[in-house]
């Protein structure tokens, strides 16, 4: 694959790595910037090349520690948009924020939009991300959205790589409809944990809706931050009579206990995307295959050659 034109990928300091695959899969090389920080903390950046009427694409997740990747991208925008950019397009494979979509409780933020706004506010032109925790969260946005999935990447790991006599699971019912389409696009059935808290201060009660016993279960969801509700969850399909335990993530952010709790569940593999950088406890998981990583780079590659060439990126639904 190669792109043609004034293309250029630009990275901050959140995920360089996954930067620098897209740009093999483009035959270009990463843009030339300074992405360094002064003495106090701020960030300095500066582009090293010329960017005036370019098509320009920042790859940035928005990942832990997520307001100092967030900053870097605002100015990143900022700087692209006062250097005569032609278009400027945020790639962001993981959206920080995406849980707070919506007024669930009383007083409490709706950050996901504020985020959206910001973005917008800075200087871009168009936003490239990725199984975002809501899908409506596009329409925070007053700019165009292009919303891939990484599901074309998990279904071919796992028709490459088939488990006998498995089940798809989705840990809660939000998770549904995703999970139903893997089951499908895997040809094998679904189950689904409705998870209940019964009142204060006791723990959660999770009632398992399908047939696990005797069968190798796979989790799916968007993403891992704590870990703590999936490692719930492989307990409760443990105690059904399941088998084999895998879960799979888009997004495998594990913060806080994550590791540990992963350590001392019943999941026997994690699949994650490269969407965020693996944090150094998951590298461990990794190096003892507990952990396997999914490159999305080639993905995200041919959604920028589409954009860039004003293509449809339907295609890479598929």
Do not use: W
């Not at 370019?54 to 990143?76: N, R, S």
């Not at 944990?193 to 999770?206: I, P, Q, S, T």
């Amino acid at each position: 694959m190669s792109v043609i034109g004034n293309v250029k990928i630009f990275s901050g300091n959140a995920h360089q790595d996954l930067a620098k695959e897209i740009c093999q899969y483009l035959s270009c090389d990463l843009g030339k910037a300074s992405t360094g920080r002064f003495s106090d903390g701020e960030f300095n950046f500066q582009i090293e090349e010329n960017a005036r009427g370019g098509d320009i694409f920042i790859v940035q997740p928005t990942c832990p520690p997520t307001d100092k990747h967030l900053m870097e991208l605002l100015i990143m925008l900022d700087t692209f948009s006062r250097a005569s950019a032609d278009r400027v397009t945020a790639v962001l494979p993981y959206f920080g924020y995406a849980r707070s979509d919506k007024k669930d409780r009383p007083r409490v933020p709706i950050a996901a939009k504020l985020i959206a706004n910001l973005i917008t506010s800075a200087g871009a032109d168009r936003i490239l991300t990725m199984d975002l925790h809501a899908s409506q969260i596009q329409g925070f946005f007053d700019i165009p959205v292009d919303h891939l999935y990484a599901a074309p990447i998990i279904v071919e790991y796992f028709q490459k790589n088939p488990i006998e006599n498995m089940i798809v699971v989705t840990p809660d019912t939000g998770g549904a409809e995703r999970a139903r389409a893997y089951a499908k696009r895997l040809n094998t059935s679904l189950a689904l944990v409705d998870k209940r808290r019964e009142k204060a201060n006791v723990a959660e009660v999770m009632n398992i809706v399908g047939d696990v016993s005797g069968k190798n279960c796979l989790i799916i969801d968007d993403m891992c931050d704590t870990a703590g509700t999936i490692c719930k969850v492989a307990e409760a399909l443990h105690n059904k009579g399941a088998n084999e335990i895998n879960a799979c993530f888009t997004h495998g952010v594990f913060s806080g206990k994550a590791i540990e709790n992963i350590e001392g569940s019943y999941l026997k593999k994690i699949i994650v995307t490269n969407t965020i950088p693996l944090c150094e406890k998951a590298q461990v998981l990794k190096e003892q295959g507990r952990i396997e990583v999914l490159s999305v780079a080639k993905l995200l590659a041919s959604a920028i050659k589409s954009i860039h060439d004003e293509t449809s990126v339907s295609s890479l639904f598929i």
